[in-house]
Every structure is written in C-alpha cells, then in structure tokens.
C-alpha cells in the first residue's frame, strides 16, 4: 500500500509540478511567480519561493491545521476571505515578499509601535529608510496574507525569536479576525478580558498590553506552550497552566477558539528549553527602555 501510494503521489507531482514539500501555486491565486511552492492547509494556502528548504510548508500546514482543528467555522470564515500564509526563507527580508515591497516605515503615532519604539522613535526608526527599518524589525506578520519565517518554522538557533514560534503568534491575529466575524459574542469577552488586564495591571510593560490583537496572539503562544518566559515582579508564566493561574479571563476565551488543544504537532518550540533564557531569571523581563 506504501509503495502505491508513493506512486500516485509521483504521478500527480508530474502532472501539477511538485517541489520540494509542495507543488506549483494554483493559477486561480494569481500569485506573483516569486512564489513557486504551495501547500494546502484546509483551504489557506501556504506558499514560498523556490528558496525554503525542505518539508518547511508542511510543517507550517500542520501548525495551521492544529490551530483550526476546534473551530471549522473559522477556518471557513478564513478561506472565504482569502487568507494566506508565506513563509519567507532564512535568506529572505520582509521586503523581498512582493506584496511587501511598497512598505514604508511607521510614522511616530503608529498604534503598532512598542512603548520603547515611541520612546526612542528617532534613534530606532527615524534614521533608517524604509527597507532599512523593516528588513531589521519584522520576520513575521499577521493578516490576510501572512508571513512567516523558515528557521521560526523549523525551530533553528538563526531564529531572531528562538525560543518562541512566532507563526503561532501571526496566525493567531487571524483565528481573532475569524472571531471577531463569526462569533461577536466571543469578540466582545475578549475584549472584555483585555480591558479588565489592563485595569489590573496584569502584562505590565509587556507586549501583550500593547493591543487586545497582541493580547490574544501572546496569550495563543502561552496556550500551545510555545512562548519564551514572561515575568512580573517575580511571578512566571511559561505555559498554560501559568496562562490561566495568572490570567483565568484570557485563558477562558482562548479555550473557546481552541478547545483544550496545547501542543501542535509541528510546533519545533513547544516545551522547548530554550523558552526561559539563561542565566539567572529576573524579575521582569519587560523591555526597560
């Protein structure tokens, strides 16, 4: 049965142009011809250049897929609306991604900007030119069409965020899109919990304050045990037993959205040690800026 299964999947591979860990985009997605290789993952295609290695659009698919396994009717809303993944190679910048080529640095009261980003705007971003600032900050970006990146993908030391995937906490912004369509209800408790964090104080400093978007897509990585350690004034949080001790409102809405799911599959950072840095622990790993 394995010999015949290899078979079909040559002959189908010489009939669609097979590369390596997938095939040739479809036509019907009027892809740029930078990317050559796609996979299918329900229904979103996850696609790249000729450059990303190996079985890397699997594993993304896989990631994907695990994250939509307890709710179709967001991967439904998703596909409708014509979301996509690329997964740009180790070599690759954010503005070599043709959909990414135009982009022009944030002005000073950009809400994406971090605390510490805003502090030091000048410094940090005003100097650099566009492709500069860009290339430096991003390997990965949320939305309708996502990006991510190789060595993130496949858990490598070159991974600006080794120690954390940062897929997860991408496609994360879009499992909160699908929500905020099919399940307002859902939206509303969300952003309820964030509000009620902030008044609390909880995520002081930290990235997840920033926006109810990076709220949920840090507390996402918490729930799949796949985010580098966060500490408040001595108190650790490092998987999703922590996640909900510390923050039981986030961890109730994330269980709607993925049910009780914490490891995906092909996540190269669930459980990894490298998500708590070395070296003594601090007491705050908040950016002092």
């Given at each position: 049965m394995a010999c015949r299964t290899f078979a079909l999947a040559?002959?189908?591979c010489s009939l669609v142009g097979c590369t390596a860990g997938g095939s040739a985009p479809p036509a019907h997605l009027g892809l740029d011809p930078f990317y050559s290789r796609y996979r299918d993952a329900g229904g979103i295609a996850v696609?790249?250049?000729?450059r990303v290695e190996g079985d890397t659009l699997v594993r993304a698919s896989r990631m994907i897929d695990d994250m939509l396994?307890?709710?179709?009717d967001l991967r439904t809303a998703l596909v409708q609306r014509g979301y996509r993944v690329a997964i740009m190679a180790e070599s690759e910048a954010i503005t070599d991604l043709p959909q990414n080529a135009h982009w022009t640095r944030p002005t000073p009261d950009?809400?994406?900007?971090?605390?510490?980003?805003?502090?030091h705007y000048e410094q940090r971003i005003g100097r650099l030119s566009d492709r500069e600032y860009w290339n430096?900050?991003?390997?990965?970006?949320?939305?309708?069409?996502t990006v991510a990146a190789e060595e993130d993908v496949l858990g490598r030391p070159a991974s600006r965020y080794y120690g954390e995937t940062i897929l997860v906490h991408e496609f994360a912004h879009n499992v909160l899109d699908a929500i905020e369509t099919v399940d307002p209800a859902l939206y509303a408790q969300v952003e309820q919990a964030y509000a009620a964090a902030l008044d609390e104080g909880l995520w002081k400093d930290e990235y997840a304050s920033t926006t109810v978007q990076e709220y949920w897509a840090e507390g996402t990585q918490f729930w799949f045990n796949s985010n580098r350690l966060a500490v408040f004034d001595g108190r650790r949080i490092l998987n999703h037993t922590d996640l909900a001790a510390y923050d039981p409102r986030l961890a109730a809405v994330l269980a709607q959205a993925y049910g009780d799911r914490h490891l995906l599959a092909a996540d190269p950072f669930h459980g990894h040690p490298a998500r708590v840095p070395p070296g003594p622990i601090p007491q705050n790993t908040a950016e002092v800026c």
């Open positions: 040559a002959i189908a696609v790249s250049s000729a396994a307890h709710r179709p950009d809400p994406r900007l971090t605390r510490c980003e805003r502090k430096a900050r991003v390997r990965g970006i949320g939305g309708a069409f």
